[in-house]
């Protein structure tokens, strides 16, 4: 009796960590599909109030365009740090747990260098402030203009390429951007056993 309780538990703890790794995965897929859509109404909403602004000379309606790219944004960049918080915890809790031959992909993604990755990098999170100092260079073109307006808007573009910079830095520090393949190690310096 007591060597099946063992058994039991271990099958027990298998099936938990099977079931919050799937969860954190879902949650990360999640996390990507609200990601794309926040980048396609980014790009309508650009169009858009580009497109009728121009159409009707209207400043005040091109400007508006920063000021929402900046929450966009800020809520696109939310959902990034939770992908990598997600990332991070399964790395360091999961597959140092069951070993990284059974459970791997956030150590080999992290330990693995992505070619051009400040391209790959700032080609999404450039869509917002790019997008956003187009729509100030159009707003001051046309004639007439709101000037607190644009300054509200010059300002939620400066706040975004905050984001950015921020978010670059941040990225850096983990060392995801650039980095050389095989040089990863357990961030809580457990050597991996491959064991399930």
Known sequence: MSSQQPQEQSDTSHDLIIAEYTALRDEIVHLTDMQHQLLALAILTFGTLMGAGVQFKNTSIILIYPILALFISAIWFC?????????????SHIEVTVGTKNIGWESYSWGTSIPHSLLVFLGTRGIFPVTQVIALIVGISLVVFNPWL???ALLSTIMCIIFVLTTVWAQRGRKRLGRQINTHKSSNGVKDTGNF
């Open 79 to 91: 959902h990034a740090y939770g992908i990598d918080m997600l990332g991070h915890y399964i790395e």
């Open 150 to 152: 644009f300054l509200v």
